[in-house]
Structure formats: structure tokens, C-alpha cells
């Protein structure tokens, strides 16, 4: 009965729950928090909101204050008179006008310095990326390098980078909350958005996001930007520019494995990445293989340091039971049978493979360099060989509208609804190329 219902000890629980909740908030990581100084633009947006929260605390607690005060002084009380009424008080309207007038000011001042700040051209020696938008991945190049890459960004730490920010379909949006952004690419002009990584900064792996819908698998568009040593970055750099080098040189004669040791297993992506280019592979793939300077090793982010940060980040896939694919098939990729299959299948249509003759498609990521990277399809897998060898079976199965279309052989295309037969491969087939693609470093 009523007697049972005690609103206000309710009310105080419900308050102390709300209170835990609250303090929950305040524990754990923040990945991908825009409150810190990781760069020249964090910095400014930071400082610009300390200002906001100041000024912003003094007249929440001035306006509660008086309003307290002014409940509990002129409550109704029993008997009493209504209390004297008041309209119009000249000196107290000029005050509170004038008083939310200057705070505006200390708030606008600062406010327009850093939008003419951030909105400037960037320094003229700047490194310049261009960012482009694809439904529903990233495309990098840096133009005074002469790299096309994808979904994976580099940026040496301490110099200004400038990004020029387009779209090849629709609007989306680049953000990497820890670094700045974000900004909107746009359809038929070019956007820009400069900052520079804090020189002091570790070599260290950060998200990236599209924070504009941009069709069904806009929350499926990531990416992932490593920050590096300015060394680091021209390693990287000096690597990734040159063709794809392939064969490969073997890793020299397997050592014996120390008992105990589990050696690295082929296909998890995990098999060092300072390999075979470093011992002085001839380039077959350029052909003029006598002539060509010998390839500079591979470097990559570090492996350790990534799976440390982004053990939360690897989406587990989701693969629909009727269409698995044979992965005790993947031990017996054949690399070169890979290449030749990839240089006959309907690959060429859509991608780059700079140094093969006819690779040069645009329409999905540039896969000159793919073995050396981490994720695919927009940071949305592990790039390793069981999620490249689903992912060519039926790549929409495993990414919702996703433009790249089934190729395993007798699937349903989800989109057109055909079953996929000619020109369909078989799960041999996709070992081979999946071996191809991951000797492509
Ligand atoms: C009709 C065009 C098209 C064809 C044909 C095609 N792809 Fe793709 N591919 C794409 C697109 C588009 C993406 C990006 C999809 C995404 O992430 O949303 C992609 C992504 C990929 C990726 C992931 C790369 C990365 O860095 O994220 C790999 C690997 C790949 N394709 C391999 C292949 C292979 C091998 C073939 C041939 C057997 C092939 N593709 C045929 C369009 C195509
Ligand atoms: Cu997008």
C-alpha cells in the first residue's frame, strides 16, 4: 500500500546510481578522446575549450546561486504577504547584459584566432597527403613521394602534414579524433586540413574514422594512422615507393627451430616484416631486373606495439556458415600460380599493383604493398590469410554493400543476385592468390 512506496529513499538510490554511473565514466582508456596534445591542432581546440568550461562554470554556478537563494528567500510562507512586486530595474538589466556581453568577448576572441589559425594555408613545406574517399575505404597518396596506399596512413612525427581531403563518390568525413579533424570530403572540390603530430610523440597506432553517413557501411570505414620517428618515415617511405617485388626471396634455409619454439605459422600476417627484399631480391616484376638497384627492406610499423593498442579494435569476422571457405587450403597457396590466376581474374579490373603490367585499376585499394599491411577492407579485418581468403570469396558477405562482388565460385552475388560461375574461383584458387597477395610486402 502506500505506506511501502518511500519515494525518497527511491530517490536517493536512483541518485547514488547515477552518481556511479557517472564516476564509471571516469576510469578506463580513452582511445579516441580529442582532449589531449598530441598535435598543434588538439592543442588549440583543447585550450579553447578550458576557456569554454571556465567561463562556462562561472555563470552555471552564478545563475544557480541566485536562483537557490531566491527560491528559499521568497518562498510563499504560511500567512504571509504577497511580497513586494517588482517591474523593471535599470541598474540590474545593464549589469547582466554587460556582464554575458564581455564574457562573449573572452570566448569570441580566442574562438576566431583559432578558426583563422586552423582554417590557414598550411606551411609550404609541408607533407602533403591526399586523402580520398571511396564507399567505403580510404585512399593515401603523397604526391611528393610518389605512394599510393590505403586504409593506413604514415605521418613522421614533428612535421606538418597537409591533407587535401576529396571524395570520389559521395560526402564523408576524415577523423582521427586523437590527431584533429574532423572534415568533411566533399563531391567536385577540395577540402584541407593541416596539423603536425607532436615531435616528442612514441612511435604509436591511432583510429581513424568516416564521420559522415555515407551509405551502409559507413561505420565499416576506418583506418588507422601510425605516427613514426621522422627515420622511421623514410624507411617506410623509401620502401613502399618502390614496385612490388615478387618473387620474393625465400627466407634463407630454415634454421633449425630451437625445441619449444613454435615457429611463426604462414598466413597469420605475424612473419617478420624485414624479410626477403633485404637480401637482395632482383626486382622480376620490373623488368629490367639486371639495371635495378637493389630494394630497399621493408618497414613497417611494429607488430607487437599494434596488436598491444589495438587488441580491442579486431573485429572477430562474422562469417555466414554456408560458405565457408577450405582453410586447410591455405597452407598450400601457391604464390606464383597466384599471380598468374590474379593476372587472368577480374582483379585487374579494379586494382593497382605498380611494377605488374595492366595492374593499374583504381577503383578498389592499391595493392602494390598490401602484404605489408595490418588490416583490410578499411580497418575492418586483420590482414591475414583466412580474412583475405573470405573476403575474396564473398567480400559482400563479410562487409555490407561492399563494391568489390563475390568471386567465389557458385555463391549468390548478394547485389545482383547471380550465381557467381564464370570467371568464379575456386578455393584453391583463392589460396594461390591469397599466398600472392600476402608475398606482395
Ligand atoms: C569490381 C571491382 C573489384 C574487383 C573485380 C575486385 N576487387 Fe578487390 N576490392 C574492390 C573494392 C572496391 C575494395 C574495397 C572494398 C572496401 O573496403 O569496402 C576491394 C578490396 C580488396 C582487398 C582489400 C585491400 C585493402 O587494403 O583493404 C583485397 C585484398 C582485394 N580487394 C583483392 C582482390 C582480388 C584478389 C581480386 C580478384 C580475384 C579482386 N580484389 C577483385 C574492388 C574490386
Ligand atoms: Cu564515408
Known amino acids: 500500500m502506500v505506506g511501502t512506496f518511500r519515494p525518497r529513499r527511491l530517490a536517493s538510490a536512483a541518485l547514488l546510481g547515477a552518481l556511479a554511473l557517472g564516476l564509471a565514466a571516469c576510469g578506463g582508456e580513452y582511445p579516441n578522446s580529442t582532449f589531449n ?46 511580497p513586494k512586486q517588482v517591474h523593471g530595474n535599470t541598474a540590474l538589466e545593464i549589469t547582466w547584459t554587460a556582464i554575458p556581453a564581455v564574457i562573449l568577448i573572452f570566448i569570441a576572441i580566442p574562438t576566431v584566432r583559432t578558426i583563422f ?45 597537409n591533407f587535401q581531403l576529396k571524395t570520389v563518390d559521395v560526402l564523408h568525413s576524415f577523423w582521427i579524433p586523437q590527431m584533429g579533424g574532423k572534415r568533411d570530403l566533399i563531391s567536385n572540390r577540395t577540402n ?55 618473387p620474393a626471396v625465400a627466407a634463407p634455409p630454415a634454421a633449425p627451430v630451437p625445441s619449444g619454439v613454435a615457429p611463426v605459422p604462414s598466413g597469420t600476417g605475424a612473419a617478420p616484416m624485414l624479410l626477403a627484399s633485404a637480401q637482395g631480391a632482383m626486382p622480376a616484376d620490373t ?18 606495439k599494434l ?10 569476422a562474422k562469417i555466414p556458415v554456408s560458405e565457408r571457405f577450405d582453410e586447410s587450403l591455405l597452407a598450400k597457396g601457391d604464390a606464383a600460380r597466384g599471380k598468374d590466376l590474379y593476372n587472368k ?40 590469410a583466412k580474412h583475405l581468403a573470405y573476403w575474396i570469396k564473398n567480400a559482400p558477405a563479410l562487409k555490407p554493400g561492399s563494391l568489390m562482388p563475390t568471386l567465389g565460385k557458385g555463391l549468390t552475388d548478394p547485389k545482383t543476385k547471380m550465381v557467381v560461375n564464370v570467371g568464379g574461383l575456386t578455393d584453391a584458387d583463392i589460396a594461390d592468390i591469397v599466398a600472392y597477395l600476402q608475398a606482395l610486402k
Open 37 to 82: 596534445h598530441n598535435t598543434d591542432f588538439n592543442a588549440d581546440i583543447d585550450a579553447l575549450w578550458d576557456k569554454l568550461l571556465f567561463w562556462g562554470t562561472i555563470v552555471f554556478v552564478g545563475v544557480e546561486a541566485a536562483l537557490v537563494y531566491t527560491i528559499f528567500r521568497f518562498r510563499r510562507r504560511p500567512g504571509g504577504a504577497t
Open 117 to 161: 589559425k586552423t582554417q590557414a594555408k598550411a606551411a609550404p613545406d609541408a607533407l602533403q597527403v591526399e586523402v580520398i574517399g571511396h564507399q567505403w575505404w580510404w585512399e593515401f597518396k603523397y604526391p611528393q613521394l610518389g605512394i599510393t596506399t590505403a586504409n593506413e596512413l604514415y605521418l613522421p612525427n614533428g612535421r606538418t602534414v
Open 192 to 246: 584541407y586540413l593541416w596539423f603536425t603530430p607532436n615531435k616528442d610523440l612514441p612511435t604509436s597506432a591511432w583510429n581513424g574514422f568516416c564521420a559522415e553517413f555515407c551509405g551502409p557501411s559507413h561505420a565499416n570505414m576506418k583506418f588507422r594512422l601510425y605516427t613514426v620517428t621522422p627515420a622511421e618515415f623514410d624507411q617506410w617511405a623509401a620502401h613502399q615507393k618502390q614496385p612490388a617485388i615478387f
Open 287 to 304: 623488368g629490367m631486373a639486371a639495371a635495378a638497384p637493389a630494394p630497399v627492406p621493408v618497414w613497417a610499423f611494429p607488430r607487437e
Open 307 to 316: 596488436e598491444k593498442e589495438f587488441a580491442y579494435t579486431i573485429p572477430t
Open 345 to 384: 581474374s577480374s582483379c585487374i579490373g579494379c586494382h593497382a599493383i605498380a611494377g605488374t603490367p595492366f595492374n593499374m585499376a583504381a577503383v578498389g585499394p592499391n595493392l602494390t604493398h598490401v602484404g605489408t599491411r595490418y588490416t583490410i577492407a578499411g580497418g575492418l579485418y586483420p590482414n591475414d
